[in-house]
């Protein structure tokens, strides 16, 4: 039991350090809101220790508020993002003390811990687990809030391998069966990837790699902003209303085009998944591509039935594997990471860009709430489109391959790029 305390306290000072890298910035870079689609990096610095003190030190530890009367402020439902500046936020300092003093408390209460306890938040260290999540994840919503801020920000040029040689075959047959979606083995994994449960889905065929951005410019030049035979009715009129007419961050000069990543100019490389697209953008670059989106059960078959890709060991050698964990601010080229695919042998499918499948957020068959309502359940319809996999910006604690994001078809800030499907002939 010691270890995975230990393991805990570790990843715990790791997701620490890495909030604290994101919001290493002047207070007015911190309290200045930079896009109503975003809050404030103040408002994200202070949730992260406001969720930690709901649930470890008042759920599990039994400790009185420390700071009860902020509760409302750092509600996620209480207030739209648009709204956020206004509010009486604790201050840059003010915030970091105040996560601060939590965390100490939060040690206190893991010191404490049996993990053998029954109760579903206390066994296998779940509710830290949730903590440490929740936290990378606003970790990856900063980077996206420094991006939109156009300003220069937290940027890694770490080295990521080289893209590979074309693939003979761009596509990967899957063939028709039943296979296991979801998961009820994966220690932290959240009530929407739950239960396991059986699913038969007919053969089809899947890119072995994401979309890259010289594929996706060739659709841009083709005019398909133009053209609304590749849109749905909905996404045709956000185009119209909105005017896009290439990613986000993508500029044209003449017969170069260029992207804005994190307050630098460059040329836009034509090897990289592409990212910044929203899923109608996607959805109409399938079918000006003759092909579709996969569906969120064939995304993850296409894993091939293992936590990673590569197998249920873990991330150990991750950066043979994939490019996760803000190594460096930007996708890896196709092709980098053969040692990372899976058996049907698609590549890729974790890291680097979040994939937009053809799926609703909906709950599994079986489902069941926990441990509170507002984290998956009050999402479900068809409101939201699933994404999965991960991007460079995502923690490897923090995804798997039953792990299931959602967004809203016309958000473009996120990570997320797309590679498409078909069904057999």
């Known amino acids: 039991m010691t270890g995975l305390k230990d393991r805990i306290a570790a990843e715990l000072a790791a997701v620490r350090e890495r909030s604290l890298a994101c919001t290493d910035a002047d207070d007015d870079v911190l309290t200045r809101q930079h896009s109503s689609l975003m809050s404030p990096l103040v408002w994200d610095l202070a949730h992260v220790g406001n969720y930690e003190e709901l649930w470890v030190l008042r759920e599990v530890g039994g400790i009185e508020p420390l700071r009860p009367e902020i509760d409302h402020l750092y509600d996620a439902f209480k207030y739209p993002r648009a709204d956020r500046p206004s509010l009486p936020l604790l201050t840059p300092a003010e915030a970091r003390k105040y996560i601060s003093g939590v965390r100490g408390r939060v040690l206190d209460v893991l010191d404490r811990l049996d993990p053998a306890d029954p109760d579903p938040l206390r066994a296998g260290g779940f509710v830290f687990g949730l ?80 979309v890259t951005c010289g594929a996706y410019l060739r659709f841009v030049e083709d005019g398909g902003y133009r053209d609304p035979r590749w849109w749905l009715p909905q996404g045709w009129e956000w185009v119209e209303r909105t005017g896009v007419d290439a990613p986000l961050f993508w500029t044209r000069d003449g017969d170069t085009w260029w992207r804005l990543r994190f307050g630098r100019e460059e040329p836009v490389p034509p090897d990289e998944p592409v990212q910044h697209v929203s899923w109608y953008e996607a959805d109409a670059y399938a079918r000006w591509a003759g092909r579709r989106l996969p569906t969120e059960a064939e995304w993850e078959k296409a894993c091939g039935g293992r936590e990673y890709p590569w197998g249920d060991a873990g991330p150990a050698d991750l950066a043979y594997r994939a490019n996760l964990g803000h190594r460096a601010a930007r996708p890896a080229p196709v092709g980098a990471y053969p040692k990372g695919a899976s058996p ?23 489902f069941r709430s926990f441990p509170y309502k507002e984290y998956s359940e009050v999402f479900f319809g068809e409101t939201y489109r699933v994404l999965r996999g991960g991007s460079w910006a995502t923690h490897p604690s923090a995804v798997r391959t039953t792990f299931r994001n959602w967004d809203l078809p016309i958000r473009r800030q996120i990570f997320a790029g797309f590679r498409c499907a078909r069904s057999e002939d």
């Not at 990378?136 to 996206?144: G, N």
């Not at 420094?146 to 080295?159: A, F, H, N, T, W």
């Not at 929407?192 to 072995?208: S, T, V």
């Not at 042998?345 to 937009?356: A, F």
């Open 131 to 210: 903590v440490l999540q929740h936290e990378h994840q606003h970790d990856e919503t900063m980077l996206a809030t420094l991006q939109l801020s156009r300003r220069p920000g937290l940027v890694r040029d770490g080295e990521l391998p080289p893209g590979g040689a074309p693939a003979a075959d761009p596509e990967v047959h899957i063939p028709a069966g039943i296979f296991s979606m979801g998961t009820d083995t994966v220690a932290w994994a959240y009530d929407n990837e739950r239960p396991a449960h059986r699913r038969h889905l007919p053969g089809f065929w899947i890119d072995r790699h994401p």
């Open 344 to 366: 049907y042998g698609v590549e890729q499918l974790v890291g680097d860009v979040w994939e937009w499948t053809d799926s609703w957020f909906q709950p599994y068959p079986g």
